[in-house]
């Protein structure tokens, strides 16, 4: 990367390293950590927003997300490799960081399974990465939250200190595979009809219906923490087999085109 001027990405790691020192930016590297997953049953919801935060690390620094949808239904070009890192400052402790980490690559690991077109692949470093999980700090009692596809080149997937409680810390993974989701350009279950019962509204923001609705959809809130559903796999990989027409039309999702981004 000699000859091209530096991505958004380089800049804003340089300030940070700048500003707050490279230990800011030290990673859990693949590999560094194992663990296995467990199969703890919880009582409350998890819950995720896609609401603005900061890094716990960056919170001195420099940091800027985007994350929204306009009259598309954004995906990541079919075949892509989403590469992720996790950076290891900002949690209360190295076992934290850790532990989220190997988490996340669970989670990763369970889509990557599914064979869903589009793959995750944990990284090193933070520049070679589309997304960084991080610790959000306290809020609330949201356990997490993610992005939709898009053209930034560094992304945030939050875990906030709520999903660190004993009730959902060996179980964190199915909070990821939910904010994979998310990241997959899946939205909630619920998003255009709302949960009633649980008091929340439609979502609206373009939403559409791809496939069959499933009540026990990785992207529903249940009492029980998600897991990937068949149906989910199905219309996810319905969703990333969808292809322009001989004009070079997008595909098309009932009256909304698909729209593709390239990880950066
Ligand atoms: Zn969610």
Request: hydrophobic share 40%; aromatic share 8%.
């Amino acid at each position: 990367m000699t000859s091209n001027a530096p991505s958004t990405k380089d800049i804003i790691l340089d300030e940070v390293a700048q500003t707050l020192g490279d230990q800011a930016l030290e990673t859990v590297k693949p590999g560094e950590v194992k663990e296995a997953s467990s199969e703890t049953r919880v009582d409350e919801v998890p819950a995720c927003i896609t609401q603005r935060a900061i890094p716990v690390n960056l919170r001195n620094g420099p940091a800027d997300i985007i994350v929204g949808l306009n009259n598309e239904c954004p995906r990541w070009v079919p075949g892509s490799v989403i590469k992720w890192a996790a950076w290891r400052q900002g949690f209360k402790t190295e076992a934290d960081a850790d532990h989220a980490a190997a988490q996340l690559n669970i989670a990763a690991s369970q889509w990557n399974n599914a064979n869903i077109g589009v793959t995750f692949e944990w990284v090193p470093l933070a520049t070679d990465a589309t997304f960084v999980l991080c610790n959000g700090g306290a809020m609330g009692g949201v356990l997490a939250s993610a992005f939709f596809p898009n053209a930034n080149d560094l992304n945030y997937l939050y875990v906030y200190t709520t999903a660190f409680r004993p009730q959902f810390r060996s179980n964190m993974w199915q909070v990821f595979v939910h904010e994979l989701g998310h990241v997959l350009g899946l939205r909630h279950e619920f998003a255009i009809e709302g949960l009633p019962e649980r008091g929340i509204g439609p979502e609206g923001r373009g939403a559409v219906v791809l496939g069959v609705r499933d009540e026990k959809s990785v992207m529903n809130y249940r009492n029980d923490l998600p897991e990937i559903q068949p149906s989910d796999i199905q219309s996810t990989t319905e969703f990333y087999a969808l292809r322009e027409d001989d004009q070079g039309n997008p595909p098309m999702v009932g009256m909304t085109p698909v729209g593709d981004y390239t990880p950066r």
